[in-house]
């Protein structure tokens, strides 16, 4: 007998997930278009969440109409069940101990973390192509920070001919960007700053201030790519007429489907069930 799972809330890839996890459990939802009534719902062995899963106290859920507080979502998993998720806080975990619960952390991860990286940066590409008049091949893309995020969009930006330069504040992280073949600086070089058409942040504090962001030069464009509360001083660079953009959920807009399967994959994974490649 199959185990029951509810895939609750989130976005269109939470849907493509649920799609993918019906190939191998007894799938029900609630958050989208095709769910059913919420008083209708039971209990499940297993549930799923959002790969970020709480907004204020709240379930994730940009889909629904009302707002859910993330406690109630649990009333939903049986005690003792398993809850997959990611961004938890610790009052919900406290919540989900309480319940015996299981939690699986998506950003625990490795191998789907990485992949999410890919395609954020994919999805940085389509950004910034439709927000510039310019070319990626031969302009200059300056990235904050090196981690996975930083890191997928220097090689992605630099595979499609622009030259970057990363700024990064661990000496190690420097020297992985200049063994990968990048220029790189101490946070934050000026003239990266001065020469970039594109300028990409991934560090979630203010990096990108007033002082900053009056280094840029006409028609730059600066995409915001971290967690909250992002890493520009937005009233400056309004002020300074400078084009600013963030990117929450990215793989969400850009690969939902990609993006909704690696999450789904990642719980059948976890599950301990074999993947049948035909499904």
């Not at 493509?16 to 459990?25: G, H």
């Not at 992605?156 to 661990?170: D, E, K, P, Y």
């Not at 990609?258 to 074999?274: D, N, P």
Request: proline share 3%; net charge negative; aromatic share 8%.
């Amino acid at each position: 007998m199959k185990k029951t799972l509810l895939v609750m809330g989130g976005d269109r890839r939470m849907e493509y997930a649920a799609e993918r996890l019906a190939a191998y459990f007894d799938v029900y939802t609630y958050g989208f278009s095709a769910s059913r009534p919420i008083w209708e719902l039971k209990q499940a062995d297993i549930l799923v969440l959002p790969y970020l899963s709480l907004s204020g106290g709240y379930l994730n859920a940009p889909l629904l109409s009302q707002k859910i507080p993330a406690v109630s979502a649990l009333d939903l998993l049986k005690y003792g069940g398993v809850l997959y998720g990611g961004g938890l806080d610790e009052g919900f975990l406290s919540y989900c101990a309480e319940r015996c619960a299981t939690v699986r952390d998506f950003f625990d991860d490795e191998e789907l973390t990485l992949k999410n990286a890919l395609l954020t940066a994919e999805g940085a590409v389509e950004t910034v192509l439709r927000e510039t008049d310019f070319s990626i091949s031969g302009s200059n893309v300056s990235v904050l920070g090196f981690g996975r995020v930083g890191r997928a969009c220097a090689k992605t930006f630099s595979a499609l001919g622009a030259g970057v330069t990363v700024s990064a504040r661990s000496h190690s992280a420097r020297e992985a960007a200049r063994a990968e073949g990048y220029r790189a600086n101490d946070f934050i070089a000026h003239g990266a700053l001065k020469r970039a058409d594109v300028v990409i942040n991934t560090v979630p504090s203010l990096v990108l201030g007033a002082g900053e962001l009056s280094l840029l030069k006409k028609g730059v464009f600066v995409l915001d790519l971290a967690s909250k509360p992002y890493g520009t001083d937005f009233e400056s660079a309004k002020e300074l007429g400078i084009k600013v953009e963030t990117a929450p959920g990215l793989p969400g807009k850009t690969a939902p489907k990609t993006a909704g399967y690696l999450i789904a994959e990642s719980v059948i994974k976890s599950e301990g069930v074999c993947i049948d490649e035909q499904n």
